[in-house]
């Protein structure tokens, strides 16, 4: 089931257009990981889909729901946007409460306490928000899109200038709303946190998703493929290996040596049991294999 649709989605401001003809599909329990650059316009988009700002032309569907009836899913949606809205001088707890009963979730007061205890906020409900650290705000703006009974959980950076511990808190977090079977479009900084999480990511640049996959695809879809460091006896060197692609027509080359590893260079995982084999076969004694994997990093700077 498709939860969101967007087609050439457009936003200026002014004379500058940021987003230049978005098109994405989400489907239902997905985790969406979106990135992109500092003012890449990952925040615009996420505007654009909430109602903070107007888009320009184009359209979406969220739940199957038009943008110009958007309103109508909004108690579906749960958001944490980058700007935030809190009441600081609500405590933690009021805070919830009162945003709970605006979208019609009575939950109990324990119910709340362990809402507050799943993002990481034990022992702060009763502080007021004013009192917050910038990591307790995030938090509970996490908290505060968790409310309701909702579909979609739209997450603007709900990681960056969090310590790794409460990362990993919130990531978790994210996990288990999926296995609930909420949708959830996050975006971030973090690319090793994104291709952790994310079944799929887009990466904004230029004002369009320049790519779009799950975290293997990119990776598999970028020059750098992958590298691996091979241990044998005896070692390997150019022309074997040139002629092992060749008999193999898998694409793999040498790239040199480091200590007792001889390094090559293949164009996806699926070229590791061919090549080990042959190796074997090939009567050469395999000690040893490592794979360094291609991070995001790499497909987000080849972008
Ligand atoms: N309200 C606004 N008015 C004018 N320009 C804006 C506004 N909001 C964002 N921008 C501009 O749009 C671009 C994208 O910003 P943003 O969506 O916040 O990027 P990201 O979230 O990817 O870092 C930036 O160049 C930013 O300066
Ligand atoms: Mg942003």
Redesign the pocket.
């Known amino acids: 089931m498709e939860i969101l649709k967007v087609n050439q989605l457009t936003k200026n401001?002014?004379n500058?257009q940021?987003l230049k003809g978005i098109n994405l599909t989400i489907h239902q329990g997905e985790v969406f990981g979106f990135v992109?650059?500092?003012?890449?316009?990952?925040?615009?988009?996420i505007?654009t889909l909430t109602g903070i700002?107007v888009k320009s032309s184009g359209s979406f569907d969220i739940l199957g729901v038009p943008d110009s009836q958007i309103d109508s899913v909004k108690k579906s949606m749960g958001v944490m946007p980058?700007i935030s809205n809190l009441y600081e001088n609500m405590r933690g707890i009021e805070f919830l409460r009162y945003m709970g009963g605006l979208v019609g979730d009575h939950r109990s007061k324990e119910d709340y306490e362990s809402l507050m205890k799943d993002v990481g906020l034990e022992g702060a409900e009763r502080k007021k928000i004013k009192a917050y650290s910038f990591g307790m705000k995030k938090k509970i703006s996490i908290a505060q899109a968790l409310l309701g009974d909702t579909e979609i959980i739209i997450l603007?950076e709900p990681t960056s200038g969090l310590d790794p511990e409460s990362a990993i808190k919130i990531r978790q977090l994210v996990t288990g709303l999926q296995e609930q079977g909420k949708t959830i479009l996050l975006?971030s900084h973090n690319l090793d946190e994104i291709d952790k999480i994310s079944d799929r990511v887009g990466i904004?640049s230029d004002g369009i998703i320049k790519k779009v996959g799950t975290p293997r695809q990119l990776k598999e879809g970028t020059e750098t493929g992958l590298t691996i460091f091979v241990r044998t006896k005896p070692m390997l060197h150019a022309d074997f290996v040139q002629e092992l692609a060749e008999k193999l027509e898998i694409d793999v080359s040498f790239l040199g040596t480091k200590k007792d590893y001889s390094m090559l260079h293949i164009a996806s995982d699926d070229d590791i049991p061919i090549l080990s084999k042959k190796l074997i076969d090939s009567g050469t004694r395999l000690y040893e294999m490592k794979v360094e994997q291609t991070s995001l990093e790499d497909v987000f700077m080849n972008t």
């Open positions: 401001y002014r500058t940021v992109g650059h500092n003012g890449a316009g990952k925040s615009t988009f505007h700002s980058d603007d975006t904004l």
